[in-house]
């Protein structure tokens, strides 16, 4: 099987759109969300019926969380966020469906044993790990691969025949603008991970209430397209 995980996508809907169509094209059988569909961007509730209308199995990320309530948000930080703004415009069954979204989800696909989580498997929704992460960690929980959010950056690792990987973001990749996402061939235990090109004025003028600093996010170049 053919999994699709995308995670961080916040609210930008093109971003999503682009994704799960070079997911199809690629051919795979399945979407998981590994949390953050809400934040930053305006088009959380779309973001998340595009999901559910792509039958995609979704994780509870600590936007997610924050939004609820589970989590402190701060009136800083929901300038940038946007957040609370977002809550008033979900319907009472928009609100159920998130409630029910967990961080954390473990799989049995093809005999290999997968954990999906926002953050890490010792916090679910905070924990950060990074590419240059103390990965020793991981090496005793009883999974063939591991993939995570969170960070919005993506890598793979083979650890002793096992996987670890993040997905990045589908929405706010910090490492350079470019969307990203992972596919997963349960088959082969081959991750690539994906990465396409944003429009960023297309974005700026579908979305100008957005905080400049994440548009200053989304501005960064890949650092292998510069001409040496």
């Not at 082969?188 to 429009?199: A, K, S, Y």
Request: aromatic share 8%; glycine share 8%.
């Amino acid at each position: 099987m053919r999994l699709a995980l995308i995670s961080d996508i916040h609210g930008n809907l093109p971003a999503l759109q682009t994704c799960l169509e070079e997911a199809s094209r690629r051919g795979c059988d399945e979407v998981m969300c590994l949390g953050d569909v809400f934040g930053y961007f305006p088009d959380g509730a779309e973001c998340m019926n595009r999901l559910l209308a792509s039958n995609a199995a979704c994780l509870m990320g600590n936007h997610e969380a924050m939004l609820l309530g589970g989590l402190p948000l701060s009136d800083a930080k929901d300038e940038i966020y946007q957040l609370q703004r977002q809550r008033e415009m979900l319907s009472p069954g928009q609100l159920l469906e998130l409630r029910s979204w967990l961080p954390y989800m473990s799989r049995t696909i093809d005999s290999v044993h997968i954990l999906l989580v926002h953050g890490s498997p010792w916090q679910p929704l905070t924990e950060y790990i990074y590419p240059d992460s103390d990965l020793s960690r991981l090496d005793n929980l009883p999974f063939d691969a591991i993939f995570m959010g969170h960070t919005h950056r993506p890598f793979v690792k083979d650890r002793h025949g096992y996987l670890i990987c993040n997905v990045g973001s589908c929405g706010l990749p910090r490492d350079f603008g470019e969307s990203a996402f992972a596919i997963f061939d349960t088959r082969t235990r081959q991750i690539e991970i994906v990465r396409l090109e944003q429009d960023l004025e297309a974005l700026r003028e579908r979305y100008p209430g957005v905080h400049p600093s994440v548009y200053a996010v989304l501005a960064r170049d890949n650092p292998s397209r510069k001409s040496i």
